[in-house]
């Protein structure tokens, strides 16, 4: 673990999770001039292609076009981590440490099982991490609680009615810089490497379709959909698209 305090943090099951599904939410914060995190679960060493070695690689490559302040993983096993006391406080030693206000987490239902766990296990360490009678210690020194105020999940892989949608429409080249980052992970029709769903040469296509059917319902070209697990306050409804 590295990096301070910063206003949003992503934390997801797997490197590039965050480049498919909300990377042009991030760098729209950025330019609004909010810091940003990355933390994955995983180092995602049970995916189809590539290693978890190339994948830190291209994960860091990514993080710069995003602009994110850091990048790191908590090393849980992929496809198998579960939302246990060892875990749980992980990832609150995770938010206690950078103290952020919005947290963006997986899908809370997916293709993928580890999207689903993830989100729940995000959702679960939110909460236990405003808890003052839960102890953590980093560096030597005891924590204190810090319970986001707010916690946005993804839509990824499987449609989901989005709560709220984000224009990204001026990010949307820089996204997609970000994502292939992630070379070895996408349609490469010199790869030896087996095909996996989204090594196929129609995932980018259905991802701009996801993409633009997200915009849509805002009236722009582009947008990102998250849900969200209580209602969101907002101050000024003149603001809401």
């Known amino acids: 673990m590295h990096g301070g305090p910063v206003d949003i943090l ?4 797997h490197p590039d999770d965050a480049e498919i599904s909300c990377a042009g939410t991030l760098m729209r914060q950025i330019e609004l001039g909010h810091s940003v995190g990355l933390v994955e679960l995983t180092a995602g060493e049970l995916g189809t292609r590539g290693s978890a070695t190339l994948r830190r690689q291209e994960a ?8 994110a302040r850091f990048r790191y993983d908590l090393g849980l096993p992929d496809g198998f981590f579960r939302s246990e006391r060892e875990v749980l406080l992980k990832v609150v030693t995770v938010l206690r440490l950078h103290r952020p206000r919005v947290v963006i987490a997986n899908a809370v239902r997916d293709r993928h099982p580890d999207h689903g766990r993830g989100a729940d296990l995000v959702r679960e360490a939110a909460f236990l991490s405003g808890l003052r009678r839960i102890d953590t210690i980093f ?5 204190e609680p810090w319970r986001p105020t707010t916690l946005l999940h993804c839509v990824q892989d499987n449609w989901i009615d989005p709560d709220l949608v984000v224009d990204i429409t001026p990010f949307w080249d820089r996204k997609m810089e970000a994502l292939m980052c992630f070379r070895s992970q996408f349609y490469d029709p010199t790869s030896t490497e ?10 980018l296509p259905f991802l701009e379709g996801r993409h633009r059917a997200m915009g849509r319902i805002i009236h722009a ?6 849900t969200v697990q209580r209602a969101p306050g ?3 409804v003149m603001e809401l698209a």
């Open 10 to 13: 992503c934390i997801t099951a």
């Open 194 to 203: 087996p095909e996996s769903p989204i090594a196929t040469r129609e995932f």
């Open 139 to 143: 560096g030597g020194k005891p924590q």
């Open 221 to 226: 070209p582009y947008g990102e959909g998250f």
């Open 60 to 67: 860091e490559a990514a993080m710069k076009v995003i602009g």
């Open 234 to 236: 907002v101050r000024d």
